[in-house]
């Protein structure tokens, strides 16, 4: 069970706060990798903070499942697994065709011209291969439909589900091929949603997102198995 957080006022609060948006960076910049032990002394001297707001801070990013603790070993972040990436697309799914259902509901003056500028900026960055800006621009359009549907929690529990699949992205291995064809259907979702199809919104995002898993799986499934040809021939 995580231990419980004592926040004795705002002036630790802002220290803690500080403490998790940097130690959160560092894993998103895979500055740490999955399984990597998080030792609070080095951590204290690499940000410049005391231990006690790193500590709360790694108590933190456990309950959101971006590291583990193990008892008397300490903190680690968290390995990638192929069944818990799985499992977080099973969720996204769900979560996503509630928010287009939603959104289509609920949305007003203005919001399809700003989803259409979300989905320009995407287009627009074409990169040789993928690297995180153009994961994360693709994120950005799917966290926006959700905060078309006018329903907060919704949005944030989509945030922290593709914050968890954006760890599991292999950007070094992505096909590139795939960014021109997942852009297009960003554009005839929004087709879709103009014409307030809800049906056909729903049967294209999960298309799409069941290609986007397909698409990770299959590295994630590749690079186990490269793993274990080279400890089978050490």
């Known amino acids: 069970m995580a231990k419980k ?15 998790y948006r940097k130690l959160k960076e560092m894993i998103f910049r895979q500055n740490v990798i999955p399984g990597q032990r998080l030792i609070a002394k080095d ?61 289509i509901e609920r949305m007003e003056s203005g919001d399809i011209e700003k989803l259409e500028e979300v989905a320009q900026r995407h287009r627009d960055y074409m990169p040789l291969y993928y690297d995180r800006q153009k994961i994360a621009l693709g994120t950005y359009f799917h966290i926006h439909i959700a905060k078309m549907s006018k329903n907060k929690t919704l949005e944030r529990l989509l945030t922290i589900n593709m914050e968890h699949e954006y760890l599991h992205h292999k950007f070094n291995q992505a096909d590139p091929a795939r960014m021109k064809p997942a852009a297009d259907e960003h554009y005839e979702l929004i087709e879709k949603m103009r014409k307030k199809d809800t049906a056909g919104c729903m049967r294209l995002l999960k298309r799409h997102i069941q290609k986007n898993r397909d698409h990770v799986i299959r590295l994630l499934e590749q690079e186990e198995k490269d793993n274990e040809a080279l400890f089978g021939r050490m």
């Open 5 to 19: 957080i004592k926040l004795e006022n705002s002036e630790s609060m802002t220290l803690i706060n500080a403490a």
């Open 43 to 103: 951590l204290s001297e690499i940000l410049k903070m005391s231990r006690t707001p790193i500590i709360n801070a790694l108590y933190l990013l456990e309950r959101e499942g971006f590291i583990v603790s193990v008892p008397f070993r300490g903190f680690y972040v968290k390995p990638v697994d192929v069944q818990e990436t799985i499992e977080l697309f099973e969720v996204r799914e769900a979560l996503e065709l509630k928010s287009v259902q939603l959104a």
